[in-house]
């Protein structure tokens, strides 16, 4: 255990010297004033949107990570098979429906999703609660309520459509592959000594088994921060303004700045609430319901826990269904 807290010690002395010395570069005036004539503004942009980001997410994947411990630990895989329909659409109907009660964003259900696949969950099942817990939990549809002026009209759209997408979309995964295509299989508990059935020493085993995720996840955070933060400095709003041209071409045009923003899904509302007086309400619709599926960051993370062609195929998957699924409701709304 002490070398558990020493290992931990280390490695968050130097997540905190590099933030420290961002800090100093970005805002203090002291430091600042030393190197403002060296420091490009742009660069400056790119550290602050890459630390938002950063800060932004971290706190929702470490409650991910402490979730996918205790499923590694806590659950078995008798309870999984005891929990789940043996039907997959009713079983890909559950993880929607739980994916919806469970706040989370798109970063901190990844390692979630991971340890629930590793445990024999069904690919259809995981993909429908990734995709909805960081859509239309609870925050999401509250911080949606009150960014457009608490119109429930875009919530209850947000919410009903979106979950309709999921289903779909979750079902289709669960057609297209019978595997779980992870990368690697989930690492079971290293029984160095007799095995014990403790409360604290299945905590301990919880507590490494957290920490291992935190750091394998958080290295592909911050890749995904850092080239989504790229984008946000070099890669102008207005020239997404090009590709809107007609109903089709705004709501793509959406769909991508919400790919490329990669803003985290209790604070996108506030950010699409902006673009009332530009885009239509189908293309905003199509900004809330696709972000919190898939975005830039998350994309890289899936990459590193999925196959490539599992992540591809779901990247097209997203992108037709959300497509489809708001441009139907905008022929039935006549938006």
């Known amino acids: 255990m002490r070398r558990l807290f020493s290992s931990m010690l280390v490695d968050m002395t130097g997540i905190v010297v590099i933030g420290v010395a961002a800090y100093l570069i970005v ?10 004539a060296e420091i490009p503004d742009s660069f400056r942009q790119f550290v602050t949107i890459f630390l938002s980001m950063v800060i932004e997410a971290l706190p929702f994947v470490l409650i991910g990570v402490i979730v996918a411990g205790a499923i590694q630990i806590f659950v078995t895989e008798e309870h999984i098979r005891r929990w789940i329909p043996a039907h997959s659409f009713k079983a890909v109907a559950m993880g929607c429906v739980v994916g919806a009660l469970f ?111 935190f750091f394998d996840t958080g290295k592909y955070l911050m890749i995904g921060a850092c080239v989504a933060a790229w984008m946000q400095t070099h890669v102008h709003t207005e020239s997404l303004l090009l590709f809107g041209g007609g109903d ?52 890289i993370m899936l990459f590193n826990v999925f196959r490539a062609r599992f992540v591809v195929v779901l990247l097209m998957l997203v992108t037709a269904v959300v497509w489809l699924s708001v441009w139907v409701a905008k022929m039935i709304q006549g938006w």
């Open 27 to 36: 805002f203090s005036q002291w430091f600042g004033a030393l190197w403002t």
């Open 103 to 213: 706040p989370a964003c798109e970063c901190g259900i990844v390692p979630i999703v991971r340890k629930l696949v590793g445990k024999g969950v069904p690919l259809g099942a995981a993909v429908g609660f990734l995709l909805t817990g960081p859509l239309i939990n609870p925050i999401v549809i509250l911080s949606t309520y009150m960014a457009f002026g608490n119109d429930a009209m875009i919530a209850g759209w947000r919410m009903g459509l979106g979950f309709a997408a999921a289903l779909l979309i979750a079902w289709s995964i669960s057609l297209f592959f019978s595997s779980n295509q992870l990368r690697r299989p989930v690492s079971l508990p290293v029984q160095r000594r007799k095995p014990q059935t403790s409360l604290f020493y299945r905590f301990e085993e919880m507590l490494k088994h957290s920490i291992d995720e």
């Open 248 to 299: 089709a071409g705004e709501m793509l045009t959406m769909m991508g700045l919400a790919y490329f923003l990669s803003l985290c899904s209790e604070a996108d509302a506030f950010i699409a609430a902006s673009f009332r007086n530009i885009f239509s309400t189908s293309s905003i619709l199509a900004f809330l319901i696709y972000g919190p599926m898939i975005d830039l960051k998350n994309t």
